[in-house]
């Protein structure tokens, strides 16, 4: 039964890796109306995608004493962490294209990084891939020349990110939860 749960994730991941993998070709080809039909599909299915994974995993894993001790492969993605800081990327790339980084914790996760949860690893992810996606739908001059290159740059980042998400979750949260959830 759980394992069928963590299988619809890992498909998830799967058609937004599908979407993530459209962005640059419909940037290169400045396709904008298409560019922004995708980005307003990723950004559905990046909404469905993490309230699937609070449900079935996050919240279930929160408050479990063992969280701490981390599962197979957490350490290697632990230590990347240090070098990888997405909101700091997120930070830089917003400042490129003149947006203000706000406080970018949702009320709603706010719990996770008061108490310095290693959940808050790829929740952190999460809220980088929404923040990206959301500056992009948001800019309204996308044909600005100016706007080409940083453009390019979040798209980039945002693809990047999102596969870290991905293999992190797949190859440390998903086992490490098959360890502390009940089937």
């Known amino acids: 039964m759980f394992q069928k749960k963590l299988n619809e994730l890992i498909a998830e991941h799967a058609t937004l890796k599908v979407r993530l993998n459209e962005l640059p070709k419909l940037w290169q080809s400045q396709e904008i109306p298409a560019f922004k039909d995708c980005l307003e599909k990723l950004l559905e299915g990046l909404n469905k995608h993490h309230a ?3 449900e079935k995993i996050f919240s279930r894993m929160q408050n479990d004493p063992r969280l701490p001790q981390g599962g197979p492969m957490c350490t290697f993605f632990f230590d990347a962490r240090m ?11 917003l400042a490129e294209l003149k947006v203000p980084f706000e406080s ?12 310095n ?16 996606v959301q ?9 600005n020349r100016h706007n080409f290159r940083p453009v390019t740059k979040a798209i980039s980042f945002l ?7 991905f293999a992190k979750e797949e ?13």
């Open 171 to 183: 190859r440390c949260l998903f086992e490490f939860a098959r360890q502390l959830l009940p089937p």
């Open 159 to 165: 693809q990047d990110v999102s596969n870290s998400n």
């Open 52 to 54: 699937s994974e609070m």
């Open 104 to 115: 970018p914790i949702p009320i709603e996760l706010k719990e996770y990084f008061d108490k």
């Open 135 to 143: 500056t992009l739908l948001g800019l309204t001059d996308l044909k």
């Open 117 to 132: 949860s290693p959940l808050t690893i790829p929740l952190e992810e999460h809220i980088a891939q929404k923040l990206i």
């Open 83 to 93: 070098t990888f800081q997405p909101l700091r990327i997120v930070e830089e790339i």
